[in-house]
């Protein structure tokens, strides 16, 4: 990939990364009974999400931080897929996960300030991961064809006829596949038969 001039979207999950960073602190969930407040940040809440969180922030930071390498040296770094592929899925993932900690929280705890900004956070790390993925020229479409540029060149047509079976030993060949037969040909001076 040719790195003249920052990449926006990888920039942009970077800095949504270092938010969820800073963000795994924050009070997540708490609890309040009698005048006496009890918060836990994502670290006490979790036993894998925030494990999750910490990779996705830790990738987008990283990916920005190349970005930013690759845009100072000015040359080409090639790479067998774009490196904001990472924290685009680890991001995919962890909207999920905390999406599915939004609408079901942990013990029946209250909702607190950390909780929407890693989700905020995590979302943007996806966001900017996507931008970076479109600036970079791939499409869902093109993933799913093995990671392929959609400025790459179509790959080369299959050849249309069945292979042939390698004889068996000692015996012939077998026959090759029958063609059904060609229309009849019909004369130019008399019409077609109707039927």
């Known amino acids: 990939m ?4 920052l990449d926006r979207g990888a920039l942009v999950a970077g800095a949504a990364g270092a938010v969820l960073f800073l963000s795994l602190w924050l009070p997540w969930f708490g609890v309040s009974e ?8 994502a670290w006490q809440s979790f036993g894998f999400i925030d494990v999750v969180l910490f990779f996705t922030s830790l990738a987008a930071v990283g990916v920005a931080a190349l970005t930013v390498v690759a845009a100072n040296q000015g040359e080409e ?7 904001s592929l ?5 991001g995919g993932l962890g909207t999920l996960l905390v999406v599915y900690r939004i609408l079901d929280p942990v013990l029946e705890a209250d909702r607190r300030i950390g909780l929407l ?22 499409s869902v479409t093109s993933l799913s064809g093995g990671g392929v540029p ?3 060149a179509p790959p080369a047509p299959r050849p249309t006829a069945p292979p042939v079976a390698p004889p068996a030993r000692g015996g012939t ?3 090759p596949p029958r063609m059904p037969p060609p229309p009849p040909k019909v004369p130019a001076d008399r019409p077609p038969p109707s039927g």
């Open 173 to 175: 060949p077998p026959p």
């Open 2 to 5: 040719q790195k003249n001039d």
């Open 150 to 152: 959609t400025n790459a």
């Open 86 to 90: 990472v924290p685009a899925a680890l």
């Open 34 to 41: 009698l005048g006496f407040s009890v918060n836990a940040n």
């Open 77 to 83: 770094v090639e790479l067998p897929a774009p490196p």
């Open 117 to 138: 900004v890693g989700f905020l956070a995590v979302a943007g790390v996806v966001a900017g991961s996507v931008i970076a993925l479109m600036e970079a020229g791939f």
